[in-house]
Protein backbone atom coordinates (compact mmCIF):
# COMPACT_ATOMS: atom_id res chain seq x y z
CA UNK A 1 0.00 0.00 0.00
CA UNK A 2 1.58 3.48 -0.98
CA UNK A 3 2.48 5.36 2.11
CA UNK A 4 3.00 2.20 4.58
CA UNK A 5 6.42 1.72 5.72
CA UNK A 6 7.21 -1.61 6.67
CA UNK A 7 10.54 -0.70 8.00
CA UNK A 8 11.90 1.99 10.66
CA UNK A 9 14.72 4.29 11.40
CA UNK A 10 14.87 3.76 14.64
CA UNK A 11 16.93 5.49 17.76
CA UNK A 12 17.30 3.35 20.97
CA UNK A 13 18.84 5.13 24.71
CA UNK A 14 21.58 2.82 25.18
CA UNK A 15 20.13 2.13 28.61
CA UNK A 16 17.23 0.53 27.05
CA UNK A 17 20.12 -2.01 25.89
CA UNK A 18 21.94 -2.28 29.59
CA UNK A 19 20.37 -2.32 32.69
CA UNK A 20 22.72 0.24 34.51
CA UNK A 21 20.59 0.47 37.50
CA UNK A 22 22.39 -2.41 38.24
CA UNK A 23 25.43 -1.03 37.43
CA UNK A 24 25.45 1.94 39.21
CA UNK A 25 24.27 -0.58 42.65
CA UNK A 26 27.32 -2.85 41.41
CA UNK A 27 29.71 0.38 41.59
CA UNK A 28 28.33 1.94 44.52
CA UNK A 29 26.07 -0.87 46.52
CA UNK A 30 27.18 -4.49 45.51
CA UNK A 31 25.55 -5.46 49.18
CA UNK A 32 22.18 -5.24 48.24
CA UNK A 33 21.79 -7.89 45.96
CA UNK A 34 21.49 -10.18 49.11
CA UNK A 35 18.35 -8.20 49.67
CA UNK A 36 17.21 -7.47 46.62
CA UNK A 37 14.61 -10.09 44.97
CA UNK A 38 15.61 -10.26 41.51
CA UNK A 39 11.89 -11.09 40.15
CA UNK A 40 10.16 -8.08 41.95
CA UNK A 41 13.30 -5.87 40.62
CA UNK A 42 11.95 -6.98 37.66
CA UNK A 43 8.18 -5.85 37.91
CA UNK A 44 8.56 -2.99 39.59
CA UNK A 45 5.80 -0.08 38.45
CA UNK A 46 8.18 2.32 40.71
CA UNK A 47 11.78 2.43 41.75
CA UNK A 48 10.71 2.27 45.04
CA UNK A 49 12.63 -0.75 45.52
CA UNK A 50 15.86 1.53 46.34
CA UNK A 51 14.51 2.60 49.36
CA UNK A 52 13.68 -0.76 50.55
CA UNK A 53 17.18 -2.26 50.43
CA UNK A 54 17.90 1.05 52.27
CA UNK A 55 19.46 3.92 49.30
CA UNK A 56 18.16 7.05 50.10
CA UNK A 57 17.83 9.84 47.58
CA UNK A 58 18.01 7.11 44.65
CA UNK A 59 16.67 9.87 41.80
CA UNK A 60 19.20 12.35 42.41
CA UNK A 61 21.90 9.73 42.61
CA UNK A 62 21.21 7.68 39.71
CA UNK A 63 21.11 11.01 37.48
CA UNK A 64 24.46 11.73 37.91
CA UNK A 65 25.53 7.88 37.01
CA UNK A 66 28.67 7.54 34.72
CA UNK A 67 30.55 5.28 32.27
CA UNK A 68 31.21 3.26 35.55
CA UNK A 69 28.04 2.60 35.85
CA UNK A 70 27.76 1.17 32.16
CA UNK A 71 30.76 -0.72 31.84
CA UNK A 72 29.54 -2.79 35.00
CA UNK A 73 26.53 -3.36 33.45
CA UNK A 74 25.17 -6.32 31.54
CA UNK A 75 22.51 -6.27 28.87
CA UNK A 76 18.63 -6.32 28.99
CA UNK A 77 15.92 -8.25 27.78
CA UNK A 78 15.65 -5.39 25.26
CA UNK A 79 18.47 -6.08 23.78
CA UNK A 80 17.86 -9.41 21.97
CA UNK A 81 13.99 -8.67 21.67
CA UNK A 82 15.63 -5.59 19.18
CA UNK A 83 17.84 -7.64 17.13
CA UNK A 84 14.10 -10.16 16.71
CA UNK A 85 12.37 -6.56 15.74
CA UNK A 86 14.74 -5.64 13.37
CA UNK A 87 14.57 -9.42 11.86
CA UNK A 88 11.20 -9.18 11.54
CA UNK A 89 11.76 -5.97 9.45
CA UNK A 90 14.15 -7.31 7.53
CA UNK A 91 11.72 -10.20 6.86
CA UNK A 92 8.58 -7.60 5.36
CA UNK A 93 11.16 -6.17 2.96
CA UNK A 94 11.77 -9.80 1.68
CA UNK A 95 7.56 -9.88 1.48
CA UNK A 96 7.07 -6.22 0.10
CA UNK A 97 10.12 -5.26 -1.43
CA UNK A 98 11.83 -2.84 -2.90
CA UNK A 99 11.66 -1.00 0.60
CA UNK A 100 14.11 0.87 2.65
CA UNK A 101 15.98 -1.08 4.62
CA UNK A 102 15.78 -0.55 8.49
CA UNK A 103 18.86 0.99 10.33
CA UNK A 104 19.60 1.56 14.32
CA UNK A 105 21.20 4.75 15.65
CA UNK A 106 22.27 4.17 19.64
CA UNK A 107 21.96 6.83 21.83
CA UNK A 108 25.32 6.52 24.45
CA UNK A 109 23.93 9.44 26.45
CA UNK A 110 24.52 10.74 29.17
CA UNK A 111 27.89 8.34 29.48
CA UNK A 112 29.77 12.06 28.17
CA UNK A 113 32.99 10.30 29.80
CA UNK A 114 33.26 7.75 27.44
CA UNK A 115 36.84 7.72 26.36
CA UNK A 116 37.66 6.95 22.78
CA UNK A 117 38.58 3.28 23.81
CA UNK A 118 35.72 2.50 25.61
CA UNK A 119 33.42 4.28 22.50
CA UNK A 120 34.98 2.19 19.80
CA UNK A 121 34.41 -0.93 21.58
CA UNK A 122 30.51 -0.30 22.61
CA UNK A 123 30.51 0.77 19.31
CA UNK A 124 31.99 -2.38 17.71
CA UNK A 125 29.82 -4.43 20.08
CA UNK A 126 26.52 -3.14 18.66
CA UNK A 127 27.77 -3.05 15.20
CA UNK A 128 28.55 -6.77 15.17
CA UNK A 129 25.50 -7.86 17.37
CA UNK A 130 22.93 -5.72 15.03
CA UNK A 131 24.69 -6.55 11.94
CA UNK A 132 21.68 -6.72 10.10
CA UNK A 133 21.58 -3.59 9.46
CA UNK A 134 23.49 0.30 9.43
CA UNK A 135 24.45 1.11 13.24
CA UNK A 136 25.34 4.51 13.71
CA UNK A 137 25.50 6.77 16.99
CA UNK A 138 24.73 10.12 18.87
CA UNK A 139 25.12 11.38 22.16
CA UNK A 140 22.12 13.89 23.04
CA UNK A 141 20.50 14.30 26.39
CA UNK A 142 16.91 14.81 26.07
CA UNK A 143 16.39 18.64 25.76
CA UNK A 144 17.79 18.31 22.42
CA UNK A 145 16.01 15.52 20.80
CA UNK A 146 13.17 17.55 19.47
CA UNK A 147 10.01 16.48 17.75
CA UNK A 148 11.01 18.35 15.21
CA UNK A 149 14.31 16.48 15.11
CA UNK A 150 13.53 12.75 16.09
CA UNK A 151 10.85 13.30 12.90
CA UNK A 152 13.45 14.67 10.37
CA UNK A 153 15.77 11.49 11.40
CA UNK A 154 13.79 8.62 12.36
CA UNK A 155 10.71 6.38 12.45
CA UNK A 156 10.38 5.44 16.21
CA UNK A 157 12.06 5.98 19.84
CA UNK A 158 13.04 3.55 22.61
CA UNK A 159 13.29 6.10 25.10
CA UNK A 160 14.63 5.13 28.30
CA UNK A 161 13.26 8.16 30.69
CA UNK A 162 10.00 8.96 29.09
CA UNK A 163 9.17 11.59 31.67
CA UNK A 164 12.50 13.17 31.18
CA UNK A 165 11.63 13.16 27.49
CA UNK A 166 7.94 14.38 27.82
CA UNK A 167 9.19 17.17 30.53
CA UNK A 168 11.99 18.80 28.31
CA UNK A 169 9.86 18.71 24.95
CA UNK A 170 6.00 18.82 25.88
CA UNK A 171 5.93 22.45 24.74
CA UNK A 172 7.52 21.56 21.16
CA UNK A 173 3.90 19.73 20.67
CA UNK A 174 2.60 23.15 19.53
CA UNK A 175 5.11 23.43 17.24
CA UNK A 176 5.57 20.09 15.48
CA UNK A 177 3.52 17.05 16.47
CA UNK A 178 4.46 13.26 16.02
CA UNK A 179 1.38 11.67 14.14
CA UNK A 180 2.41 8.36 13.59
CA UNK A 181 5.75 8.75 15.70
CA UNK A 182 6.89 5.45 17.62
CA UNK A 183 8.07 6.15 21.17
CA UNK A 184 8.69 2.65 22.92
CA UNK A 185 8.50 3.36 26.90
CA UNK A 186 8.71 1.34 29.74
CA UNK A 187 5.36 0.96 32.30
CA UNK A 188 6.74 2.67 34.95
CA UNK A 189 4.77 5.21 36.62
CA UNK A 190 6.25 8.89 36.96
CA UNK A 191 8.40 9.41 40.65
CA UNK A 192 6.11 11.84 41.90
CA UNK A 193 3.45 9.66 42.32
CA UNK A 194 2.38 8.38 46.32
CA UNK A 195 2.36 4.90 47.41
CA UNK A 196 -1.04 5.41 48.01
CA UNK A 197 -1.95 6.39 44.32
CA UNK A 198 0.09 3.83 42.26
CA UNK A 199 -1.78 1.49 44.61
CA UNK A 200 -5.51 2.56 43.48
CA UNK A 201 -4.05 2.82 40.11
CA UNK A 202 -3.07 -0.48 40.12
CA UNK A 203 -6.60 -1.67 41.89
CA UNK A 204 -8.54 -0.36 39.57
CA UNK A 205 -9.60 -2.32 36.43
CA UNK A 206 -8.92 0.79 33.44
CA UNK A 207 -5.20 0.45 32.69
CA UNK A 208 -3.65 3.61 33.01
CA UNK A 209 -0.56 3.14 30.20
CA UNK A 210 -3.41 2.29 27.67
CA UNK A 211 -5.39 5.59 28.62
CA UNK A 212 -2.03 7.50 28.44
CA UNK A 213 -1.67 5.96 24.53
CA UNK A 214 -5.41 6.68 23.92
CA UNK A 215 -5.06 10.50 24.83
CA UNK A 216 -1.82 10.81 23.19
CA UNK A 217 -2.55 9.43 19.87
CA UNK A 218 -2.94 12.55 18.23
CA UNK A 219 0.67 13.63 19.10
CA UNK A 220 1.89 10.19 18.46
CA UNK A 221 2.06 6.41 18.67
CA UNK A 222 3.00 5.34 22.22
CA UNK A 223 4.34 1.88 23.34
CA UNK A 224 4.13 1.26 26.43
CA UNK A 225 6.33 -2.31 27.36
CA UNK A 226 7.12 -4.43 30.70
CA UNK A 227 9.93 -2.94 32.59
CA UNK A 228 11.33 -6.56 32.50
CA UNK A 229 12.26 -5.71 29.18
CA UNK A 230 14.32 -3.13 30.42
CA UNK A 231 15.65 -4.83 32.96
CA UNK A 232 18.66 -7.72 33.25
CA UNK A 233 17.91 -10.39 31.20
CA UNK A 234 17.72 -13.44 33.75
CA UNK A 235 20.59 -15.05 31.66
CA UNK A 236 23.22 -12.77 33.76
CA UNK A 237 21.78 -12.95 37.19
CA UNK A 238 24.17 -14.87 38.58
CA UNK A 239 27.06 -12.28 37.90
CA UNK A 240 24.93 -10.07 40.72
CA UNK A 241 22.03 -11.69 42.66
CA UNK A 242 22.80 -14.67 45.12
CA UNK A 243 21.16 -17.71 44.03
CA UNK A 244 19.17 -17.45 47.40
CA UNK A 245 17.17 -14.32 46.48
CA UNK A 246 14.96 -15.69 44.07
Partial sequence: MEGTRYTQRLLVD??????????????????????????????????TWAEIVGIKDWHERFRKRDVHALIASKPTVFFDVLGARLEGQLLQI?????????????????????????????????????????VDFICEPPERLTTEKLTSRWDGYAVWDWFKWIECNAKHFEKKSMPGFLMIRTAMFTPELTPEVIEKLKSEKSNPFSEAQRELAPFLSLETIDSALFSLDPRFQDAFFPATCE
Avoid at 31 to 37: D, S, T, Y
Fill in 14 to 47: IDCLFDTRIGWLAVHHPEVFAKLPFQAYRNRFTD
Fill in 94 to 134: QLHSPLERPSLTINLYPYTDLNGEETHAFERMFREFYDMVH
